[in-house]
């Protein structure tokens, strides 16, 4: 791990691994060609997840938005000596707040309140058959929950596709932002302007419902994890694969749809140099997530993904940035190496002030 001051300021124990069959962990312990060869039928959740279990109570929060009512699951987890500071935890495209495990184990120990939202379309949160996915319409989700809560100051941390969302919430709600955490994020690149194609979103749809434990694992051990596989990473590639085997598949991979779509469309890569708060960038080198990468010609797909030059080119944009990089780890940091990454989180977090 190697630490870069360019500007200004600079559970681990899974819950729901009772859930899974013996075969899958066995196929994830075994070598990677072996794991990815033969897909486990695993067990089927509901199109919100039901009947997998998250490693803190789920709370409800429910809303209207875009004239649906709709409900977005949260875990709220308060410390037994608190700090004064809440941390919202924002997580991924191929995530859910559950993987957030260990992390809120670690900040909730270290005295913050921690949120770990699912957004709406993802995991146990409302999937509507009908809405208009926006980064500004999940940062608006995400602030009305907080102002239910009574929370208005926050560290927001978000991992890949969370780190678009935790952009835009910090420029959306820069006086409630007291310091922004970036974990890989994807977006620091713009891939349509880079030659990536266009695809519809039925396009997307008909890709995402041929979803499977064997490709969901295929494309995080190879994009992910630089080639490299455990058995500590299978559950999570369970939670999502059970989505898909269960009665809402077609809801799920529609939601899923759309909000690639959304990535793909709506760049935060521009308007970094507009974030006025302390930014922490937490950057695995290994990392070469790019949304579409796998539809783009050989000539464009060589020019994508490429995290220590996109992590630096970020901390310079950025005005009040410290990046911190893991030379040996990929796009899920805080999975590949939980110690090394939240002795990064906290000290940097520790550098902001609690009265800022």
């Known amino acids: 791990m190697t630490l870069r001051r360019p500007f200004l300021l600079a559970v681990s124990s899974v819950c729901a691994c009772a859930m899974l069959c013996a075969a899958s962990v066995a196929a994830a312990a075994a070598s990677a060609a072996a794991a990815s060869s033969v897909d486990d039928p695993g067990r089927a959740y509901g199109p919100e997840l039901q ?3 998250y490693p803190a109570p789920v709370e409800r929060f429910e809303f209207t938005s875009q004239g649906v009512s709709l409900q977005m699951a949260f875990m709220d987890v308060k410390p037994a000596h608190g700090n004064g500071r809440t941390v919202v935890l ?7 707040s559950a993987t957030w495990d260990a992390t809120i184990r670690r900040l909730s120990d270290a005295g913050y309140r921690v949120i770990a939202p699912d957004q709406i379309g993802f995991c146990k949160s409302s999937k509507p058959e009908h809405y208009q996915y926006s980064f500004q319409q999940l940062a608006r989700n995400t602030h009305a929950l907080l102002e239910s809560l009574g929370v208005s100051d926050v560290t927001m941390v978000g991992h890949s596709t969370g780190g678009m969302l935790a952009v835009r919430y910090a420029l959306m709600y820069p006086r409630e932002t007291q310091q922004l955490v970036l974990v890989n994020p994807i977006g620091l690149e713009d891939w349509k302007a880079k030659g990536v194609p266009s695809l519809s979103v039925d396009q997307w749809y008909q890709r995402e419902l041929k979803t499977t434990a064997d490709g969901i694992r295929r494309y995080e051990q190879a994009t992910y994890y630089a080639g490299q596989w455990r058995a500590d990473y299978e559950p999570w ?5 059970g989505m898909y085997r269960g009665p809402g598949k077609q809801v799920v991979a529609w939601n899923s749809a759309l ?4 990535i793909y469309t ?8 507009q974030l006025s708060m302390p930014t922490l960038l937490l950057i695995g080198q290994k990392d070469t997530s790019a949304v579409g990468k796998d539809a783009a010609p050989p000539e464009v797909r060589a020019t994508l993904g490429h995290y220590p030059e996109l992590g630096r080119a970020a901390a310079k944009a950025i005005p009040h940035a410290t990046l911190v ?4 780890l990929g796009h899920a940091p805080q999975m590949q190496d939980p110690q ?3 002795q990064a989180l906290l000290d940097g977090m520790a550098a902001v002030p609690a009265n800022r």
Do not use: I, R, S, T
């Open 340 to 342: 090394a990454f939240h």
């Open 266 to 273: 709506q760049p935060v890569f521009y308007e970094l140099g």
């Open 51 to 53: 009947g997998y279990d």
């Open 90 to 96: 924002l997580h991924g495209k191929n995530f859910c």
């Open 259 to 262: 909000l690639y779509d959304m």
């Open 325 to 328: 990089e893991f030379a040996g």
């Open 237 to 241: 590639v369970q939670m999502l694969a």
